[in-house]
């Protein structure tokens, strides 16, 4: 039976990959946001075997060659394969997946924005806290992690943080296993040194693509999110990117102090003025 239920999901992920070969031979490439292809990606896994994956997320815009009717087949065959595949693996979801093409007909302008996106938490007593956190997808790129991550223990404890270490696990992903390398420090030790008994941290977790699409008829445009954007052939439309938007006045930085430790961090921490 399980040999069944991957034959059904090796047909969804040929049909997926039949369906981004003809974008990527017969279809009009406009915009593309770099990592985030319409293809398959190669991987070294952490053994050195290198495998073939769909990708996790697909930003692009593109337009066909003409009416649509071979997207259009290769689109439903993919589509129907994926529920194939679920319902042998008792799964009832209908939902498509987020990398799948949306099609939009007479579009005359698409202006895009990129925006990072902000994790903010108030740190707990008695936990680890990620200063950094990695993850390697080779050999090679584990030790180069681990060389700097040691040192920046070692510059740590010279500054009396002794609760400063490494921790290896697994981390699972889109992407399947990934070996996962994180510096992490006591919770308890923060709230000593900064002298509080409330930090407020924050990480970027990545960014937020978004995407205004308009038809000649329009002004305000229709707001999407930046995915796998395929226009009709009669879309000829003016691509722009639009500026980050302006900090808020209330955000973080400007209401609260940011402390800093003796290195480089991705994890920032803020305490407001007692």
Not at 28 to 56: I, N, Q, R, W
Not at 220 to 227: D, E, F, I, L
Not at 247 to 253: C, F, G, Q, V, Y
Request: hydrophobic share 35%; glycine share 4%.
């Amino acid at each position: 039976m399980a040999k069944e239920h991957s034959q059904f999901w090796a047909t969804f992920f040929n049909k997926e990959q039949a369906l981004l070969d003809y974008v990527n031979t017969s279809c009009e490439l406009l915009d593309v946001v770099t990592g985030c292809e319409p293809e398959y990606k190669k991987f070294s896994e952490f053994k050195g075997v290198t495998v073939t994956k769909a990708p996790m997320y697909i930003r692009c815009v593109v337009g066909l060659p003409d009416g649509g009717s071979d997207f259009e087949l290769l689109y439903s065959e993919m589509v129907e394969s994926l529920m194939k595949a679920r319902e042998a693996d008792n799964q009832t979801s209908k939902r498509l997946l987020n990398r799948f093409p949306v099609r939009y007909d007479n579009v005359s302008s698409i202006t895009t924005r990129t925006n990072r996106a902000i994790k903010s938490f108030a740190l707990k007593p008695d936990t680890e806290v990620i200063l950094n956190k990695i993850m390697a997808y080779d050999t090679e790129g584990v030790d180069i992690v681990m060389e700097g991550f040691n040192k920046d223990v070692k510059a740590l404890i010279e500054h009396d943080y002794k609760t400063a270490s490494i921790k290896e696990y697994t981390t699972s992903t889109h992407y399947g296993s990934t070996p996962t390398i994180a510096l992490v420090i006591d919770s308890n030790e923060l709230f000593e040194k900064f002298n509080t008994d409330h930090i407020q941290a924050r990480v970027e977790t990545g960014k937020q693509y978004r995407a205004t699409l308009r038809r000649a008829d329009e002004t305000r445009g229709k707001q999407v999110n930046y995915g796998f954007i395929v226009l009709d052939n009669k879309s000829k439309p003016g691509i722009f990117q639009a500026s980050p938007q302006q900090p808020r006045a209330n955000r973080l930085e400007n209401t609260a102090k940011e402390v800093k430790l003796p290195i480089s961090t991705e994890t920032s921490f803020y305490i407001k003025d007692q």
